[in-house]
Nanobody, 121 residues
Framework: QVELVESGGDSVESGGSLSLSCAYT????????MAWFRQAPGGEREGVAR???????IYAESVKGRFTVTRDVAASTLYLHMSGLKPEDTGMYYC???????????????WGQGTQVTVSS
């Protein structure tokens, strides 16, 4: 059984920092590529960052230089370190995993339930 559980969401002020975690369990074949997505109220879900099997990250333009995605394989945990937060970063943040897809589109097979991030101005 594959499971992804996000945590760390909170309310912060603009310019602040926050770190999200995604603990995952199950067959490791499902976790070749892992990503963070977010969905603002009334908006579509968008890819934020991902790491592939070599732990090489890619980022959406909107978060480059502010967000860092890392994976601790031994701890089976994916992280998203966010700094310089802006009100437009507000949304539900989801962790996702797939056995082969490594982009920033919503083509991942496995998803967590999400954790809420709210950035106030």
């Amino acid at each position: 059984q594959v499971e992804l559980v996000e945590s760390g969401g909170d309310s912060v002020e603009s310019g602040g920092s926050l770190s999200l975690s995604c603990a995952y369990t199950g067959n490791l074949a499902y976790f070749v590529c892992m990503a963070w997505f977010r969905q603002a109220p009334g908006g579509e879900r968008e890819g934020v960052a991902r790491v592939n099997s070599a732990n090489i990250p890619i980022y959406a333009e909107s978060v480059k230089g502010r967000f860092t995605v890392t994976r601790d394989v031994a701890a089976s945990t994916l992280y998203l370190h966010m700094s310089g937060l802006k009100p437009e970063d507000t949304g539900m943040y989801y962790c996702a995993a797939d056995s082969w897809y490594c982009g920033l589109q919503e083509q991942y097979d496995r998803w967590g339930q999400g954790t809420q991030v709210t950035v106030s101005s």
